[in-house]
């Protein structure tokens, strides 16, 4: 009985690395057997969401929440021709790569343009791998500004605070919407010291756990501990941080539209659980290797 106990963390880890394991995995089998391969047409409608997360404001179908799979496949099959960009990183005691997200490009122009931009953010291992964050962003456009404040408060409702944060709509660039873990309409939060007012509060939480598409990823053994040590239990970004942000500018034609939505709650309690995994992966390797030098005689 006492070595059974003494085995079950090894049993914990191995299912939680079998399971990060076969992420990329998975979407390679997609990617080479499903839709994209077989060179199915675009469908010219938009593909619904699964009812996972069901009450959180959609990005293109793609909901905050959703298992990485289920976004995948929808973003997949709306650009059924296109490979999408997959953001592979190594962590500790997971033997191949995980997913730190996805993305699509379409209207390649030159560096850093393009027509159309998504991002899809993902929480790591050891929890299942969940959506947290999309962006998307659309340039190259001729869209007057009146239609799209129209539908973007039919599609998000009446907005929370607004950029300038008192506004009529010929002045507004920004808009934005708190949600609560529901995702139904929450108030703008008690701005801090150094700030204004609750949309600065909010916008800067929208850029919490900031990295390049491709580039160092935030849940990196070497930069999650900077990541979630600047975070706080009481600090509101970490426990109510959740929306949606559309910028637009302020000129009368929209050339640039870009709609975020982020959940840095869920960011924050993935990354605490990978940095406990990662933590108990490195104590574990240190124990093995004490225990294999104590084993080790020197040859005089």
């Not at 069901?54 to 709306?78: C, E, H």
């Amino acid at each position: 009985m006492r070595k059974l106990i003494s085995l079950l963390p090894f049993v914990i880890l191995a299912v939680a690395a079998l399971w990060a394991q076969s992420a990329v995995d998975q979407l390679k089998v997609y990617t080479e057997s499903g839709a994209a391969a077989k060179g199915t047409p675009p469908s010219t409608t938009q593909p619904k969401a699964p009812a996972i997360g069901g009450g959180m404001p959609d990005i293109i179908g793609i909901r905050l929440g959703m298992p990485l799979r289920d976004a995948y496949t929808i973003l997949q099959t709306a650009h059924a021709t296109v490979k999408l960009g997959m953001y592979p990183i190594t962590l500790p005691g997971i033997e191949k790569p995980v997913l730190e997200g996805f993305s699509f490009l379409s209207g390649y122009k030159g560096q850093g343009i393009t027509e159309e931009r998504v991002s899809v953010h993902l929480t790591p291992p050891p929890n299942q791998q969940v959506v947290w964050k999309v962006v998307r962003q659309l340039s190259q456009q001729k869209i007057y500004r009146a239609n799209v404040l129209t539908s973007l408060r039919e599609k998000y409702g009446k907005e929370t605070g607004t950029t300038p944060f008192v506004a009529n709509d010929q002045q507004i660039t920004d808009m934005w919407w708190i949600l609560d873990e529901q995702g139904h309409p929450a108030k703008l939060p008690v701005p801090r010291p150094s700030d204004q007012n609750g949309v600065q509060t909010a916008a800067d939480c929208s850029g919490r756990f900031h990295a390049s598409e491709g580039g160092s990823s935030w849940f990196a053994p070497n930069n999650l501990e900077n990541s979630v040590n600047g975070f706080y239990e009481s600090d509101w970004c970490s426990s109510s941080g959740i929306g949606v942000h559309a910028s637009f500018g302020p000129a009368e034609i929209v050339s640039l539209l870009l709609v975020e939505t982020f959940n840095v709650p869920l960011a924050v309690r993935s990354a605490k659980a990978e940095m406990a995994f990662v933590n108990d992966v490195v104590k574990r390797q240190q124990q093995q290797q004490i225990d294999q030098a104590k084993q080790a005689k020197p040859k005089l």
